[in-house]
C-alpha cells in the first residue's frame, strides 16, 4: 500500500499564494521573469506580442492570490452565490481592465518604459474575445464585473467558442464575414483544467431499470457523448481584493481518434468522430434574434448546462452536501432562454442520479433557476421541436411532459377545463409543429421572471406572457439593465474620470450616484469649458484610431452623431438613412444652402446577421449614400457618413466618449431595454430616442429638456398597427420623404441602377414592418430641434452634463442590488 505524502514542511510551502511586490522593480523583475522563461525569449528579441502575452501573465500573478483566497473563503464560507448561465459574454479587451482592478496602470507603464516599451502599444495588441453578439452578452460582462466589485459570490458559466462573433469587413459596401480567430495569438487570461473535464452525453433511448435498491426508475442509455473542458478566467472586483471566477467550457471527443483506421490511410475517417465533438464549441452563432442553426445549437446549450450545473454540484459543493439546501446555496440564472434545458437537467441529475422523490427534486428546482427575459420580437422566443430534442434528449423531453402535465392540471384546478387556455399556456406548442416553448418552460420553473427595463417588463407581463402573470402574479418582476462604469467610464474615458473625481472626488466609480453631484457645475462656465475640453479631446483621439484602422477620420468641429448597434430592422438604421438623405437632397437641390448645414458627421457601426438578408441590404445602402455624400464636391464636407467594419467592444470604447448624439430610434415596443444608450449618456452625449426601452428611464431622469423625444408610443404603435398600416400613405403625403425615398430609388446611390436598392425600397413602401415611414416626419423635426440646440454651445454642454450627472442610476452595480434584493437573496460576502 502506497504510504501517504509527507506534509509540507518548507516554510514557502506553507505559506498561502502571495503576489509580486507592488513596485517598479517587482513589476519588471516579474515581467522579465514572464519574458525570459514564460514566453522563452530575451527583452532584445522579444515580439510586441510576446510582450503583451508575458505582461498579461504578470498581470494575473498580481491578481492570484486574491483569486485563490476568494475561492479558499468561498470553500469555507458557502455562503450563497449565483451561477450566471449565459451562451454569450462579450468581454471586451481584458488587459485595461485588469490593471484597473489591480490599481497597476501607473506602475506598469512606468516599468515597462524602463523597458523601452509603451504600454499603450502591448495593450493595442491584445484580440478582444468577442463571445457575445450584442447587448445580452455585453450585459452578462458587466453583471459578472459589478458581482465581483460588489463582493458578491459568483461564477459566470459559459462557452469557450474558438471563434467567437465573426470580423465584419465590407468588400465593395457589402458585408463579408471572416472567422474570429481570437485565440491565434495566445490566449494569456485563461487556466485550462483538463482535469476536472465532465462528460457530456447525448441521444439514445430511455427504459424502466430497477435500481440495486429495488426502486424502478427511468434509466437514460445515451448513443454518444462528449468531454466538456473548464477554462477559467479572472474577474477581478475594483480594487476591492475579490477575484471571481468565469468558467468557459470547450467540448472534446472523448476518443481522441481511430488508431486503427489511421493507420490504414483513411486520415480523414480517423478523425471524423474529433470533428463532430469539437464542432460544439467551433463558433458563436452569429444571430442576435433569429434563431437558426437549429440542431448543433442545442447540442450547445445543452453541453454548456449540463457541464455547469454538474461542475456546481459536484465540485463547488461540499461532499455531504444536502440537496434540499440548494436553494440556499445558489441561484442559476438564466440569461435568456439560452440555458432553459438547465430545467429539466437539473431534474434529471436530483432523481435519476441522486435519487430523489420527484415531488422534493421539482419543491429544489423551482427555487433554483431565475429567468431573465431580453426580446419582445415573437420570433426570438426560442422553441425546440419535439422531434428534434427527442432525439438528442430523450430523457429531458420526458422530465418536461410530466413538468408539463403537473402544470396544467394547476391551471385546470384554478380555471377549470377552459380548453383556449389550457392550449396557449401549455408548454408544449402544437402548432405549426409539436415544440418545447423555452420561454413558458422558463416561467413555470423560474422562481422569478424578469425584463430588463421598465417598459418591457410590463409589455412582458400584459402582452408576452399575460396568461402566465395572473396564474402567477408575484412571480414578475424588473430589473432595469446597467452598464459597468469602470469598463465604459473610467478606461474608455479617462479624460472624462479625471474631470469628474478633479470636481466631486472619488468614489463614484462603485457609487455612481455620486455623479448627481456634478449637477449644480452644469451652471459653472470654467466647468463647461473644461467638459467641453474633453469631449474634443476624445474626438481627437477616435480621429487618430479611425484613421489608423480605416483611413478616416473625423472633424473635430462636427457634430459627431452616433448609431452604434446590431443591424435589425427594428432598431431602424433606415430611419437613420433616409434623415441623411433627405439633408443630402436639400444640400444639392439648393433648397438649403449649404453653408447653413450643421456640419455633422455619421458614425455607423453595426454587424448584420449572415443570413439577415434585408439587414445586409441596409448596410450596402449606409456604404452606398455614405460613398456619395462624402464624394460630393457640393457638400463641402459639411456631412459626413462613416462606416467603419467590424464594430465591437474595443471600438466602443473609443466611439462612445467622442459623441455628441446618441441615436436611439427603435420602434416604440420593440427594443427590450438598450444598454448603448446607457452607456452614450453617461459619456455626455444627448440621445434622440423614441419612447423604448430603458429610453424612457433615461428621458426621466436627465429630464425633457435634455433628450430628443420624437415618435410613436407603444400604445400608437399598437394602434396604427390594428387599424391596418398602409406605409405608402405616408410617403404619397410627405414630400421630404417621396424625394428620399425617390431618390434612393432612381440609383443616385447605386450608379445609376435603380435594382439594386430595389428589395430595400420596396420594403419600405410595401412593408415597413417597423413603421419607418410612419416616424420620419417626427425624426425630422427632432433633429431640426437637435441643429438648433447644437448651435447653442453652452446650453448643449449644460444638456450634456445634466446628463452624466442623472445617469448613475444606470450602474449595473445598481442592476446588481436590484437582482439581489428582488430576485437572488445573496447578500455581500467578503
Ligand atoms: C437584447 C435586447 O435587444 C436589448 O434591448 C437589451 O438591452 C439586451 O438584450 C440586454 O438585455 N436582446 C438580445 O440580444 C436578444 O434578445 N437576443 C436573442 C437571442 C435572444
Given amino acids: 500500500t502506497p504510504s501517504a505524502p509527507p506534509a509540507p514542511t518548507h516554510p514557502l510551502a506553507l505559506a498561502t499564494v502571495t503576489a509580486p511586490p507592488t513596485s517598479v522593480d517587482g513589476f519588471v523583475r516579474e515581467f522579465l521573469r514572464e519574458l525570459n522563461f514564460g514566453q522563452g525569449v530575451s527583452l532584445q528579441a522579444s515580439t510586441v506580442n510576446d510582450q503583451y502575452l508575458a505582461l498579461a501573465r504578470t498581470v494575473r500573478h ?76 455585453r450585459l452578462a460582462a458587466c453583471f459578472i464585473d459589478s458581482l465581483a466589485t460588489m463582493s458578491v459570490p459568483c461564477i459566470g458559466y459559459g462557452i469557450r467558442y474558438e471563434y467567437g462573433i465573426f470580423r465584419q469587413t465590407f468588400v465593395e459596401g457589402r458585408q463579408v464575414e471572416q472567422p474570429d480567430s481570437w485565440l491565434a495569438l495566445g490566449a494569456p487570461w485563461e487556466f485550462p483544467h483538463p482535469e476536472n473535464a465532465r462528460r457530456i452525453s447525448f441521444g439514445g433511448s430511455v427504459a424502466d431499470h430497477t435500481d440495486d435498491d429495488g426502486v424502478v426508475r427511468r434509466r437514460w442509455t445515451p448513443a454518444w457523448d462528449v468531454n466538456a473542458l473548464p477554462y477559467n478566467y479572472m474577474v477581478p472586483g475594483y480594487r476591492n481584493g475579490r477575484v471571481n471566477t468565469l468558467r468557459l467550457w470547450r467540448a472534446q471527443a472523448t476518443d481522441a481518434f481511430d488508431l486503427k483506421i489511421f493507420n490504414s490511410g483513411d486520415y480523414e475517417e480517423a478523425v471524423r468522430a474529433q470533428t463532430f465533438a469539437e464542432n460544439i464549441s467551433k463558433v458563436l452563432y452569429p444571430e442576435d434574434s433569429t434563431p437558426q442553426g437549429k440542431e448543433l445549437r442545442l447540442q450547445q446549450q445543452y453541453f454548456f448546462v449540463a457541464a455547469s450545473i454538474g461542475d456546481f454540484i459536484d465540485q463547488q459543493l461540499p461532499e455531504d452536501f444536502d440537496l434540499a439546501q440548494l436553494p440556499e446555496r445558489i441561484i442559476f440564472q438564466l440569461n435568456d432562454t439560452h440555458p432553459v434545458i438547465g430545467v429539466p437537467e437539473l431534474m434529471r441529475v436530483l432523481v435519476d442520479e441522486k435519487r430523489l422523490e420527484w415531488g422534493a427534486a421539482w419543491e429544489i428546482t423551482k427555487k433554483c433557476f431565475a429567468y431573465t427575459c431580453h426580446t419582445l420580437l415573437p420570433e426570438a422566443l426560442e422553441v425546440w421541436s419535439v422531434d428534434l430534442l427527442g432525439r ?63 417598459l418591457h417588463s410590463q409589455l412582458l407581463r400584459d402582452k408576452v406572457l399575460p396568461d402566465f402573470h395572473e396564474f402567477y402574479p408575484g412571480k414578475f418582476t424588473n430589473v432595469t439593465n446597467g452598464i459597468t462604469p469602470r469598463r465604459f467610464v473610467r478606461l474608455a474615458n479617462p479624460s472624462l474620470s479625471e474631470l469628474i473625481t478633479d470636481t466631486i472626488g472619488v468614489g463614484w466609480l462603485t457609487d455612481l450616484e455620486r455623479l448627481r453631484g456634478l449637477e449644480p457645475f452644469a451652471e459653472d462656465e470654467e466647468f463647461r469649458a473644461r467638459f467641453r475640453a474633453v469631449k474634443a479631446g476624445n474626438k481627437r483621439r477616435l480621429d487618430a484610431v479611425l484613421r489608423e484602422r480605416d483611413g478616416v477620420g473625423v472633424h473635430d468641429d462636427h457634430l459627431l452623431d452616433v448609431m452604434v448597434k446590431r443591424l435589425h430592422e427594428y432598431k431602424r438604421q433606415s430611419l437613420k438613412l433616409l434623415h441623411i438623405v433627405t439633408t443630402y437632397d436639400k444640400i444639392v437641390s439648393g433648397e438649403v444652402d449649404v453653408a447653413d448645414v450643421t456640419p455633422r458627421t455619421v458614425i455607423f457601426g453595426a454587424k448584420a446577421a449572415p443570413g439577415y438578408k434585408m439587414a445586409k441590404e441596409i448596410i450596402h445602402l449606409i456604404n452606398a449614400v455614405g460613398e456619395t455624400v462624402n464624394n460630393d464636391p457640393r457638400v463641402q464636407d459639411r456631412l459626413k457618413v462613416i462606416f467603419p467594419p467590424n464594430y465591437n467592444v474595443t471600438l466602443a470604447e473609443k466611439v462612445i466618449p467622442a459623441a455628441d448624439l446618441s441615436e436611439q430610434i427603435s420602434l416604440a415596443g420593440k427594443e427590450a431595454s438598450g444598454t448603448g444608450n446607457m452607456k452614450f449618456a453617461l459619456n455626455g452625449a444627448l440621445t434622440i430616442g423614441t419612447d423604448d426601452g430603458a429610453n424612457v428611464e433615461i428621458r426621466q431622469l436627465v429630464g425633457d429638456d435634455n433628450f430628443f423625444l420624437f415618435g410613436m408610443l407603444e400604445p400608437e404603435v399598437e394602434d396604427l398597427q390594428t387599424r391596418g398600416y398602409v406605409p405608402s400613405s405616408f410617403y404619397e403625403a410627405d414630400a421630404d420623404l ?18 439594386t436598392f430595389e428589395p430595400v425600397v420596396s420594403n419600405l413602401l410595401y412593408e415597413d414592418r417597423f413603421m419607418v415611414l410612419a416616424d420620419y416626419a417626427a425624426y425630422i423635426e427632432a433633429q431640426a430641434a437637435v441643429d438648433a440646440a447644437y448651435a447653442d454651445t453652452e446650453r448643449w454642454t449644460r444638456a450634456a452634463i445634466l446628463n452624466v450627472a442623472r445617469s448613475g442610476f444606470f450602474s449595473s452595480d445598481r442592476s446588481m442590488r436590484d437582482y439581489i434584493d428582488r430576485i437572488w437573496a445573496t447578500p455581500p460576502s467578503f
Avoid at 492570490?65 to 450566471?84: D, F, H, I
Wanted: hydrophobic content about 40%; overall charge negative.
Fill in 392 to 454: 438528442l434528449l430523450p430523457r429531458h423531453l420526458e422530465i418536461i411532459y410530466r413538468i408539463n402535465e403537473e402544470f396544467l392540471a394547476e391551471v385546470r384546478e384554478r380555471f377549470g377545463d377552459d380548453e383556449l387556455r389550457i392550449r396557449r399556456m401549455s408548454i408544449i406548442a402544437e402548432h405549426p409543429e409539436r415544440s418545447v416553448r423555452m420561454a413558458y418552460l422558463a416561467t413555470v420553473a423560474g422562481a422569478k421572471v424578469n425584463g430588463v427595463a421598465e
Fill in 738 to 755: 417621396r424625394r428620399a425615398i425617390d431618390l434612393i430609388a432612381s440609383g443616385a446611390f447605386s450608379g445609376g441602377d435603380r435594382a
Fill in 62 to 137: 498580481y491578481l492570484m492570490a486574491r483569486w485563490s483566497e476568494t475561492l479558499r473563503r468561498q470553500r469555507e464560507t458557502q455562503s450563497k452565490g449565483v451561477a450566471y448561465l449565459s451562451a454569450e459574454y462579450l468581454l471586451g479587451r481584458q488587459l485595461g481592465n485588469a490593471l484597473l482592478a489591480t490599481d497597476l496602470t501607473e506602475i506598469v507603464a512606468d516599468g515597462l518604459s524602463q523597458c523601452g516599451i509603451e504600454l499603450a502599444d502591448l495593450r493595442a495588441q491584445e484580440v478582444e474575445p468577442g463571445l457575445g453578439n450584442g447587448g445580452l452578452g
